[in-house]
């Protein structure tokens, strides 16, 4: 069984930093990429940055470049979003997913590529 638990979320003050953690069991994690979207109230799953199999390509929405790191830790089952500069515009619900299979770059920005989701972690940003 897949699982995926996220954490690290809270409330912080615009301008500040988190860091969210998702830790995933049931699978052989360093054979897959995995993703961060965010899902604010009333509005569709956008994606927020992805990460290959090896760590060695990362991929960030334009509202999130430069402001948003992922990295991975494939020794301990892990993938890292670490936040600063944080904006209210930023505040949502964030979910870590699996995607075993990406032919393309593309796919990763895709929420319907991912085959694997967590339950998420709420972060809010205040103004």
């Known amino acids: 069984q897949v699982q995926l638990v996220e954490s690290g979320g809270g409330l912080v003050q615009a301008g500040g930093s988190l860091r969210l953690s998702c830790v995933v069991s049931g699978l052989i994690f360093s054979k897959f990429g995995m993703g961060w979207f965010r899902q604010a109230p009333g509005k569709a799953r956008e994606f927020v940055a992805a990460i290959s199999w090896s760590g060695d390509m990362t991929y960030y929405a334009d509202s999130v470049k430069g402001r948003f790191t992922m990295s991975r830790d494939n020794d301990n089952n892990s993938v890292y979003l670490q936040m600063i500069s944080l904006k209210p515009e930023d505040t949502a619900d964030y979910y870590c997913?699996?995607?075993?299979?990406?032919?393309?770059?593309?796919?990763?920005?895709?929420?319907?590529?991912?085959?694997?989701w967590g339950q998420g972690t709420q972060v809010i940003v205040s103004s």
């Open positions: 997913a699996v995607i075993r299979s990406a032919p393309s770059n593309g796919h990763y920005y895709v929420p319907d590529s991912y085959d694997f």
